[in-house]
């Protein structure tokens, strides 16, 4: 039924619908604008990148292949790459911790897997203050893995990257996150 | 990778309650896109112009419709009128007393009707008629004007002379939009014939001033 809402919705856009131009933006609308505010800190600046998506999708719906992708993450896509150029562009500075040394990669699958992997509250409050302190490309990749269920073809596709690529993307963040964790907790 | 998703619960809790508080997105926001879309989009700009364009067709054919065809008429009156005011010019300060304009500067406005093509036999005896008619019915003034300058004029040249009228020339109609060389050669002998003649009665009119004022 979706799948041909959306057809439905693509020939609207390709002819310049208007009303085909709102209806997408009810449908997607939230989900493409939480994922710029994702990546773009403030809210006027996710509100810029968000129309920006929104005039290049209909500006370039003719070049939206239904046998590559689903609308969805060709959406994700273009919201990637405008805020990520939007952040290169408009040189917002983004504080972050950075693994120079390595010491992330030195610790266990067991270690990570026990810190993620049993529920307790103080833990969750604990990475969430890690999260913030993720570059904003790998807090993306790991919010499309852990929250919106991407698959890594998707994410790849998003990130313009390669699914093995993304898998080891992911699994040096969880380590990331777990060295955050323990720096926060000393 | 999907065990690896389940398994980490803390994570997913935590990535859930960052996204949950995340700021939302504002109401008006889809409406000021659209605005924006629809301020950009090429149909907008279509649909402002298209009536300016629509005015601007409907006033050119209304020009076209409304402003009559060309028919030479106005340039050779111009043309006529420019000649008789340089001829004003030049002449001396003497006021001249009003002499009648000869029958071919008036050019006569017909009703628009489909032009016959006049044959040169026709407009040969147009020309004798125009003559006659001009030479049977002189009024008092001209009588004494033409009294003086046939005291002067050669005979014989005056009788080679025609005069050119509108009816001989009859520019107005299409086909006789140009003149023939002809015709250029005779009107411009006719312009200096009858600027001569004007020149003669000038004379003449300051002559008479003088010699009254002698006799005075």
Redesign the interface.
Known sequence: MNQVTDINLIQGLLK?D?KA??AM??RY??FV??QV??LVPG?EN??EV??DV??KV?RSIDTYDVQKSSLLTWLSRIAYHESVSYLRRSSIPVIYFEDREGEAEKLSESEV?A??????PE???L??AA?THLPPDERAI??M???E?MS?NDIAYITESIPTTV?SK?SRT?KK?CKIIKMLQS | MNTLCQQDTNLRDAIRFEEMERPQMPADLNARLMKRVEAHSPSARVRKLWPWLAAACVAAFIAVYVTPPKDGTGDVMETLAVTAKAEQSQAPTPVAPKVEEPRHAVVPVEAPEKAKPQKPRQRAAATENLMAQQSAAPSAQTAVVETDLVATADPKAEAEMTVLSERDIPITRPENYQYTREELAQLKKQAAEAYLKWVELEMEISRNNLEQTAQK
């Open positions: 310049q208007s131009q709102r933006l009810e609308g939230q604008f939480a505010a994702r809210i996710a509100e968000y129309q929104f005039v209909f897997d810190t993620f992997g049993q529920p307790n833990t969750v409050q990475i969430r999260l790991i919010t893995f852990y929250y269920e890594l898998a992911l969880r996150l």
